[in-house]
């Protein structure tokens, strides 16, 4: 299949349609899990996946919940601690979580994709560190080598380069380092001091370490950005060759993050500007040859995700863009999401929470969901909008065994005035995303959605298109 690659970026467009909805990490969308689903529903969802005919391989997200201190855009969850007491502590208990997940998947199901996400993950020190992935590889038939992702998101200011060698040792191929922005006042605005030269020692050090990918994490609609700041921020970024670049749109909702009520709401850019530093980069990243692969992500023409587009193989989850398509995911640590068959579910967000579960040795199931079959269909239209920016209409027929007009009929009313403003074109064969409407994806998305309905959208709220 031929990636989709070619973007126009229309600002007023942009502004016009700059509206709340889920980012599509998952269908049904994490806001629609519930506590009715628990861990002997998930027990079954793994007895399931053994049972398919061709079984899955597997993909492992491990959650380190801890970081040394708090940046104020953030929303992920995550504990801020400097003893690093309570990292050996988590790590016991997540070596109790192993050992009561490992077993529900057959032993001949191998591990393709680990990804250690947070908070920040390398608080844990190397000791640490090697005592659990030796643990992952007792448990699970996790192997590192050239043919397993194995990646870690990184905070350059508590990271030197002995400790990405570790991270070599180990098996670890991939990194992701977070920037935001590499301007003084923005920083200081966003409690996150970091200098270009300890980002660029990490990056170096994984190159002669002889990692295969390294990402890096930029986000537009800080506090105090300007134009002139962003873009220099991107040259700088784009000298340091990453092999995919992200960037985010800052999602301002203190209501859910207390972090982020220390952002004072008259820094923040407004909608002209935010617009104004997406097309910057979309401008001097594509100068500079990175293909857009969808919604905020960035890669080389060589990399691994625009080949697996070019196959048909990209794959949309809880870490963003994925290549790994047909892997069941089990999430590990406190708040991790796991997605096993047909099923959603996520882990205590409570560290206290967590830990019980543990003690009483049941999973730390707190919620989640099985899916519907017209989830699982949904699912799969809004996967092919949101990693291919086109959808087959046949071949989704076939797949299904529907009629795609009388069973999308609400669909297609939804998406006329898209068409007509020139978001998508919509023919009897198929629905394709235009190169203006390719950072609107989660919008054109949201036609197909059956959970998110403006009344929930309001009870939870959501980020911004833009």
Partial sequence: MKPQSATAFDAELLARHDRPGPRYTSYPPATAFTPEFGPGHYLAAARDSNADPIPRPLSLYVHVPFCLSPCFYCGCTRIISRDPARSELYLDYLQRE??????????????????????????????????LMQHLQQHFRLQPGADVEAGMELDPRSCDAVYVETLADLGFNRIS???????????????RLQSLEQTRRVIDTARACGMQSVSVDLIYGLPRQTLEGFEQT????????????????????PQRFRAQRRIRTEDLPDTALRIALLGAAVRLLGAAGYEHIGLDHFARADDALVKAQQRGQLQRNFQGYSTHAACDLIGLGMSSISHIGASYSQNERELSAYYAALEAGRLPVARGLNMSPDDLIRADAIQQIMCHARLDIAAFEARHRLDFRSRFAGTLRQLAPLAQQGLVTLSPGQITVTPAGRFLLRVIALCFDNHTAPAAAAAVPLSRAI
């Fill in 98 to 131: 192993i050992e009561l997940t490992a077993p529900l998947f057959d032993r001949d199901r191998r591990v393709l994709q680990l990804h250690f996400g947070g908070g920040t993950p390398n608080v844990l020190a190397p000791p640490l560190l090697a005592r």
């Fill in 234 to 253: 991107l040259r700088d970024v784009i000298a340091l060759a990453p092999d995919r670049i992200a960037i985010y749109g800052y999602a301002h909702l």
């Fill in 177 to 191: 380092v977070g920037v935001q922005d590499f301007n003084p006042a923005v920083q200081a605005a966003v409690n």
